[in-house]
């Protein structure tokens, strides 16, 4: 009997993970939300930005590519919580069809040693990708980068990108989707991500925090959201923002609540912007001692398997 178009369309499928790695900060998260075309991981100047893994799906023509961004990956001495995020990195290299290595355009980075040691037993094909090449001057101080990084590991393609302006981007999906196996989507075509609404608001109220906060302090927090309903007047979000010390959640409430208020209200319009819906955002700050250095309550507060 002939197949029906339904099912020649399915035979005809592609759908793979394609896992995005690199040392912290060389624009894994912003790469990610380019090619998915939605505003998915939060990103910053500050390294240790992302900690969850976090799947992006792009579904065009015949291909559904599974996006999956990772915590940065680094050595070096580890409080628990940068132990947590390596391992949140790694798991995820386990069944995957290609992986993205990012390093930056400007030169190879001792920490890329590290990153590349952790792809050593990794079997899918890796695309070395030479992030920021709109930092650079001129296109020919590339070329110094690429023959030094040509001969360092078996690559599957190098291409240079700029995961901000979107250069070459076309060429890096076209290399991808050669690279994925054939078989049917697992997610509906629509579908961007596989993460509930309620976990994009707490990431969006952490990016604020890093965002606005001097250096060190955002690391020393997490955000939970307690409650999030939806009805007719929109969507009320209840988020409470730990920190390590009472020291901290002065910092982080401000002179007269104005640090709490600018945060609340950044969050609140990112929020609305991803749901498409009017939303009431309440925060509050709240201490817990040595959250980073307990696994007990990393895992509680959802930031740990
Ligand atoms: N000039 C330039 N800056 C970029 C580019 N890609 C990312 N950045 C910037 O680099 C910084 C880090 O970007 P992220 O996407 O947060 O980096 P990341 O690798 O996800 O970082 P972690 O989650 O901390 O590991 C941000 O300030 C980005 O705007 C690029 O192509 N060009
Ligand atoms: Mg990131």
Not at 30 to 45: A, E, F, P, Y
Not at 116 to 135: F, S, Y
Not at 247 to 264: D, E, F, N, S, T
Request: positive net charge; aromatic residues 4%.
């Amino acid at each position: 009997m002939a197949a029906s178009p339904r099912e020649d369309a399915a035979a005809a499928q592609r759908c793979g993970y394609v896992v995005i790695v690199g040392r912290p900060n060389v624009g894994k998260s912003t790469l990610l939300n380019r090619l998915v075309g939605h505003k998915l991981s939060i990103t910053s100047r500050k390294p240790q930005t992302t900690r969850h893994a976090l799947l992006g799906i792009k579904t065009r023509a015949e291909n559904q590519i599974l996006y999956v961004d990772t915590p940065g990956l680094h050595r070096g001495p580890e409080r628990q919580l940068g132990h947590c995020l390596n391992r949140e990195a790694l798991r995820v290299l386990r069944d995957v069809d290609v992986v993205l290595f990012l390093i930056e355009a400007a030169g190879w980075h001792k920490g890329d040693d590290h990153v590349q040691e952790q792809l050593r037993d990794v079997h899918a094909p890796v695309l070395l990708l030479p992030n920021k090449v709109d930092k650079l001057k001129r296109k020919g101080e590339l070329l110094p980068l690429l023959k030094q990084v040509e001969t360092r590991g078996a690559w599957a393609e190098i291409i240079p990108v700029s995961a901000r302006r979107g250069d070459n981007l076309d060429r890096l999906e076209e290399a991808i989707c050669r690279h994925l196996p054939r078989q049917t989507w697992l997610y509906p075509p629509d579908q961007l991500s596989d993460r509930p609404e309620r976990f994009f608001a707490a990431e969006i109220v952490r990016e604020k925090l890093v965002r606005n906060l001097e250096q060190e302090l955002p690391y020393h927090t997490a955000v939970v959201v307690d409650k999030y309903e939806e009805s007719a007047r929109g969507v009320r979000v209840d988020a409470t923002i730990w920190v390590e010390r009472p020291g901290q959640k002065a910092i982080v409430i401000g002179r007269r609540g104005a640090m709490l208020k600018l945060i609340g209200e950044r969050a609140r319009r990112d929020i609305e912007a991803l749901v498409g819906r009017r939303v009431h955002l309440k925060t509050w700050v709240k201490v817990r001692s040595g959250w980073t250095d307990d696994a007990r309550r990393l895992r509680e507060l959802g930031l740990s398997r």
